[in-house]
């Protein structure tokens, strides 16, 4: 079975904080495709980053970069110099193929990241 | 392209009350899913789609029902709402249904069972 956890519930920092969340997975498949996605208190889910099991190169996208490690089944989020614009609830997700077809994207459940003033 | 659309945004159903959810999606995608997300416990996948014709059962498909009659609509129906059914629904899309494939959702359906 997939898991996903990210241990951070809430996280609140002060704007123009370098803040990390987490994000632990676990699976037997060895081809499977790692998400983080953004939730704004808007509602909607927006995509952030893909990285698949074969590439554990990190990446980095402005102010945000992402730290991909096998060995500790781990693919940690980092943002830098926060702002409170990042104020939103932040999803890690696993997705595998099913046995019989079709795919699951497995959610963690989720960072609530607080950027204040 | 309008991407993924849901609708209703909200509704209020009373318990014992039918309704359908209407997810559209104009980006000629295959593979189309639905999720309910309630608090503390993420997305939780309820049923999916790799095309028309072809539905299958997700983690949490009890008292939902799907159809994929064309590759562009993906209605999810309860068949009799329950309190437990609260929570916000998202449908997702992809091209295709290997694992690469970056989902796109839509906004989102608000329901609540009194």
């Known amino acids: 079975a997939q898991k996903v956890t990210q241990a951070q519930t809430e996280i609140s920092v002060v704007e123009k904080e370098d803040v990390t969340l987490d994000c632990v997975y676990e699976?037997?498949?060895?081809?499977?495709?790692l998400f983080w996605y953004k939730q704004p208190p808007s509602g909607e889910l927006v995509f952030l980053i893909r990285?698949?099991?074969?590439?554990?190169q990190n990446e980095i996208s402005g102010r945000y970069s992402w730290n991909f490690q096998k060995s500790t089944s781990s693919f940690n989020f980092t943002i830098t110099a926060s702002q409170v614009v990042d104020s939103a609830v932040y999803f890690c997700?696993?997705?595998?193929?099913?046995?019989?077809?079709?795919?699951?994207?497995?959610f963690g459940t989720g960072t609530q990241l607080k950027v204040e003033l | 392209n309008a991407g993924v659309t849901q609708t209703p945004k909200f509704q209020v159903l009373k318990t014992g009350q039918s309704m359908t959810l209407q997810c559209a999606q104009d980006?000629?995608?295959?593979?189309m899913s639905w999720y309910r997300q309630d608090p503390g416990m993420g997305l939780r996948l309820i049923h999916y789609?790799?095309?028309?014709?072809?539905?299958d059962q997700g983690e949490v498909p009890n008292g939902y029902n799907v159809s994929r009659s064309t590759t562009e609509d993906f209605p999810l129906r309860l068949l009799s709402a329950a309190p437990s059914q609260t929570s916000v629904y998202f449908c997702?899309?992809?091209?295709?249904?290997?694992?690469?494939?970056?989902?796109?959702f839509g906004p989102g359906t608000r329901l609540t069972v009194l």
């Open positions: 997700a696993l997705r595998v193929i099913l046995t019989g077809g079709g795919n699951k994207l497995t």
């Open positions: 789609s790799v095309g028309a014709g072809i539905t």
């Open positions: 699976t037997r498949d060895t081809t499977y495709y």
């Open positions: 980006m000629n995608h295959e593979y």
């Open positions: 990285r698949n099991s074969f590439d554990e």
């Open positions: 997702a899309s992809s091209y295709t249904e290997n694992s690469y494939n970056e989902q796109f």
